[in-house]
């Protein structure tokens, strides 16, 4: 049983030592508002420290591994996570609030995939190679070899901590970089539970390091800004992506960014009427709302619209909303006060916009600790134009504007009348819609009756201001190398 009561202080992890930032912040639970830890936060010259360390540590014994051995080394990180399984379902569940079976389910066991599955990938890589036949009856012999980056910093968000964050860990090294990492300040615990297992693996200094902090003018913003990085994996806002790119621009550092959605499902007449409910409820509720890949908008073909939005109000009045360790709980709070305050803000604007309240939009009262923690109760509007902020705009919490559409053209227009593109869920019966649909959709991803169904080899990335680049499958070996092609006459 996992506990999520107070941790002792968080450290930073600097060229294999733990240390003291210069100060400290606190770490708050969401459910109930008691102090979780307190987290050291490094200063610019521990950040400055790290990737001198971590550009050192390229030169050392780790600049010598061999593919197989660093994959034989990401599969012993993987076994570390996996020994200490209930140790990071309690970290995620004391800086989240989440419900353990989803750490449990989810975050923990993609950690551990995220590093099996790029070890292997690195190990069973091949490069390109091609013969050049010469007018003179010579030959060109042409192939390519990968090389790392360099030293890669990583930042990371808070809605799926330790998942985000190994999910370009595991490339990331697998293709012999080091890294700087910085997770987010609401959620500093399964890092550093992960970097006890980096040091207890034996990873040479230097090659992982974490630091605490904050963003602008704190851990996040130095780290960008530091010359010797080769490149920023980041996580996070479109604002956050736009400064870090502005923080690197001068040297041209090579970036993969992962930024907001404001994600459409669209539930046509034809579809299974029941699994596109439970579809549209998992894709707008899951973790709080609190997942990228979200539902904020969805769209419903007309003929079906007032029972699905009478059918979606029911699933969303049903959801169990908790402690984490109690039986069957399905929602948690959100991040902490300050994001429920945004959310809230949403709330308040729906009513100014002139949305019709179908459910939701406020705090549920609990009348114990919790009324300390950071809850909202999932939320459904319909009524609001698609000009309306609530409509255009992501909020990242349970809430989702449900609006009629009556063909396939309108409805991709609307879809694809967004600042974002990160990814769009479908339901059809229709085998030959769901095709011409999903190719027309100005997304990264588009599931057809699924939703955040996840195959690691696939790209992953949105367009517009959903972010630069592909992770996952070959797109993250590509991203975590630089690419040579030597050529020979033979
Ligand atoms: N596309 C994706 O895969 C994906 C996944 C998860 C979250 N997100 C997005 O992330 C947001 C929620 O996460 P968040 O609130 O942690 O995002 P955020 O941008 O506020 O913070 C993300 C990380 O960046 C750091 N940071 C902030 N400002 C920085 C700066 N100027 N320089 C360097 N680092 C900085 C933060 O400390 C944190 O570690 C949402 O918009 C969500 O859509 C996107
Ligand atoms: O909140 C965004 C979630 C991103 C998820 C992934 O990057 C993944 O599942 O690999």
Redesign the pocket.
């Known amino acids: 049983m996992a506990t999520y009561q107070s941790a002792p202080d968080l450290p930073l992890y600097i060229d294999g030592q733990f240390v003291d930032g210069f100060r400290q912040f606190d770490n708050i639970s969401p459910v109930d508002g008691h102090l979780v830890s307190r987290v050291a936060e490094a200063s610019e010259a521990q950040v400055a420290a790290a990737v001198k360390a971590a550009q050192a540590a390229l030169s050392g014994p780790w600049g010598q591994l061999s593919v197989p051995a660093r994959a034989a080394l990401m599969h012993r990180v993987a076994d570390g996570i996996e020994a200490r399984f209930e140790e990071f379902v309690a970290a995620e569940v004391a800086d989240t609030g989440r419900p353990e079976n989803l750490a449990r389910t989810l975050d923990v066991p993609r950690a551990i995939a995220n590093f099996r599955t790029f070890a292997d990938l690195a190990a069973t890589s091949v490069s390109e190679c091609c013969e050049t036949p010469q007018a003179d009856g010579g030959l060109l012999f042409n192939y390519t070899v990968r090389k790392p980056l360099g030293v890669v910093a990583v930042?990371?968000?808070?809605?799926?901590p330790l998942l985000?964050l190994t999910w370009k860990l595991g490339p990331a090294l697998a293709m012999g970089n080091t890294v700087v990492c910085?997770?987010?300040?609401?959620t500093p615990s399964s890092a550093t539970l992960l970097a006890e297992v980096m040091h207890a693996v034996g990873l040479p200094a230097g090659v992982f390091n974490l630091i605490h902090?904050?963003?602008?003018g704190?851990?996040?913003?130095f780290?960008?800004r530091q010359p010797e990085i080769a490149a920023v994996s980041?996580?996070?806002?479109?604002?956050?992506?736009s400064?870090?790119m502005k923080?690197v621009a001068d040297g041209v550092k090579e970036v993969s960014?992962?930024?907001?959605?404001k994600n459409a499902a669209v539930v046509f007449a034809d579809a299974d009427f029941d699994a596109a409910v439970a579809g549209v409820a998992r894709s707008s509720f899951f973790n709080t709302g609190?997942?990228?890949?979200c539902s904020e908008r969805v769209y419903v073909e007309r003929p079906i619209f007032d029972r699905f939005v009478a059918a979606l109000k029911e699933r969303a009045e049903a959801l169990k909303i908790g402690y984490p360790n109690e039986a069957g709980v399905e929602l948690g709070p959100l991040?902490s006060q300050k994001?429920r305050d945004k959310v809230l803000s949403y709330f308040a604007l729906a009513r100014t916009e002139g949305a019709n309240l179908i459910t939701g939009g406020d705090v549920p009262l609990f009348g114990d600790a919790r009324d300390n923690g950071s809850w909202v109760r999932p939320t459904i509007w319909t009524g609001l134009g698609d000009d309306a902020r609530c409509v255009r705009e992501?909020i990242?919490g349970p809430v989702c504007h449900i609006a009629p559409f009556d063909d396939e053209e309108e409805v991709l227009a609307r879809v694809n009348d967004s600042q974002y593109g990160?990814a769009c869920a479908l339901w059809t019966s229709q085998v030959g819609r769901a095709h011409r649909l999903a190719r027309r959709v100005h997304t990264g991803i588009v599931w057809v009756n699924s939703w955040y169904a996840r195959d690691l080899r696939t790209p992953?990335?949105?367009s517009k201001l959903?972010?630069m680049g592909r992770e996952g499958g070959r797109h993250s070996l590509d991203f975590y190398s630089e690419i040579s092609n030597i050529c020979i006459k033979l």
């Not at 930042?155 to 799926?160: E, G, Y």
């Not at 960014?257 to 959605?261: I, P, T």
């Not at 609190?290 to 890949?293: A, P, R």
């Open positions: 930042i990371s968000p808070w809605n799926l985000l910085k997770p987010s300040e609401e902090g904050f963003g602008p704190s851990a996040g913003e780290l960008t980041f996580t996070g806002e479109s604002r956050t992506g400064a870090i923080a960014f992962e930024l907001g959605g609190q997942v990228c890949l991040v994001h992501e990242f990160l992953f990335g949105g959903s972010g």
